[in-house]
C-alpha cells in the first residue's frame, strides 16, 4: 500500500465471534485513531463498512472462524492496523476461563 494507507487481515477466534462486548472493544479502539478505517470479512470483497461504527460493525454478524479484513487511510494507518488486528488476535483481551 501507498504511505498512509495501510491494510490487515485476522482470524477472529473469539468463542462469540465480533458480537456487543468485541464490537465495542474494536470500536472505542478505531475511534482513538484519525485515519479512516474501514473493514469487511474476507469473503465480503465489497462490503467495505465503517469501522467506527458499532451498528455497522455488529451488522456483519462476524463469527468465530472468519477473517476480518481492515483497511486505514491517513496519517496513522500503520499503527491503526497494528493496534486493531492486536486487539483481535489478543481475543478482545478478554480471559478464557479454562476448566
Not at 463498512?49 to 455488529?58: C, F, R, T
Amino acid at each position: 500500500m501507498t504511505p498512509g494507507h495501510a491494510e490487515g487481515s485476522v482470524r477472529v477466534t473469539h468463542d462469540v465471534g465480533l458480537h456487543a462486548r468485541p464490537s465495542v472493544k474494536l470500536t472505542k479502539l478505531a475511534k482513538t485513531f484519525e485515519s479512516d478505517i474501514r473493514l469487511r470479512t474476507e469473503a465480503d470483497e465489497n462490503g467495505w463498512i465503517d469501522a467506527k461504527s458499532i451498528v455497522k460493525v455488529m451488522a456483519l454478524k462476524i463469527a468465530a472462524g472468519e477473517t476480518l479484513v481492515i483497511r486505514a487511510e491517513g496519517s496513522d494507518a500503520d499503527d491503526a492496523i497494528a493496534a486493531l488486528t492486536g486487539l483481535v488476535l489478543r481475543d478482545f483481551d478478554e480471559a478464557r476461563a479454562d476448566g
